[in-house]
Nanobody, 120 residues
């Protein structure tokens, strides 16, 4: 079992910055990849940024150049630095841990989410 707790969300004006944190606990040794997703009202949950165990990183096109995902293994915490925020970044942001289950199967653990609201 892996537990994830997000923090750092809030209300910010357009052009501002926020840093989200995702603290992991439990069987963290089993986690391979970490990611941030977001879900805006009436929309599907979408991938924002993903960091593989190898260090490879992927970003959604909409956040490239503005968001940065990072990982502090000593603190078992993943961060999402969000700069130059736009109203369209308003969403609930979720942290995800991907754990291999063998046979090519994966299991995803999710945090409870943290609200980010960007005012224009």
């Amino acid at each position: 079992q892996v537990q994830l707790v997000e923090s750092g969300g809030g209300l910010v004006q357009a052009g501002g910055s926020l840093r989200l944190s995702c603290a992991t606990s439990g069987s963290t040794f089993s986690v391979n990849h970490m990611a941030w997703h977001r879900q805006a009202p009436g929309k599907q949950r979408e991938l924002v940024a993903r960091m593989a165990n190898s260090g490879s990183i992927n970003y959604a096109d909409s956040v490239k150049g503005r968001f940065t995902i990072s990982r502090d293994n000593a603190k078992s915490t993943v961060y999402l630095q969000m700069n130059n925020l736009k109203p369209e970044d308003t969403a609930v942001y979720y942290c995800k841990a991907e754990v291999p289950r063998g046979g090519g199967m994966w299991y995803n653990y999710w945090g409870q989410g943290t609200q980010v609201t960007v005012s224009s």
